[in-house]
């Protein structure tokens, strides 16, 4: 059973930086699109980075500059750094892999989440 566990939330002043991390337990980001997502309370989960196999990125505008999501596929393993945080960016951060094939049961996997606030 595939899992990803995310890590290096916390509590940071606005400005400030963090660099979350998702260690994955299989092989599922090896040739594949992996994205961060998050969440606030009350809001939608909505998509904050993306890399595909080939290192292509996308951020939607509210990260555009800010946010940088990389991969290291030797160690199963994307980061997202956050640099210039804004209050906004506050909200639990999710990254998520599409399993292809019978093994991975052709189906979203996700990480737990892990809770970033920014607040002076």
């Known amino acids: 059973q595939v899992q990803l566990v995310e890590s290096g939330g916390g509590l940071v002043q606005p400005g400030g930086s963090l660099r979350l991390s998702c260690a994955a337990s299989?092989?599922?980001?090896?040739?594949?699109?992996v994205r961060w997502y998050r969440q606030a309370p009350g809001d939608q989960r909505e998509l904050v980075a993306r890399?595909?196999?080939?290192?292509?990125?996308y951020y939607p505008d509210s990260v555009k500059g800010r946010f940088t999501i990389s991969r290291d596929n030797a160690k199963n393993t994307i980061y997202l750094q956050m640099n210039s945080l804004k209050p906004e960016d506050t909200a639990v951060y999710y990254c998520n892999a599409f399993g292809y094939g019978y093994e991975l049961g052709n189906r979203d996997y996700w990480g737990q989440g892990t809770q970033v606030t920014v607040s002076s």
């Open positions: 890399i595909s196999s080939g290192g292509s990125t």
């Open positions: 299989g092989s599922i980001f090896s040739g594949n699109t």
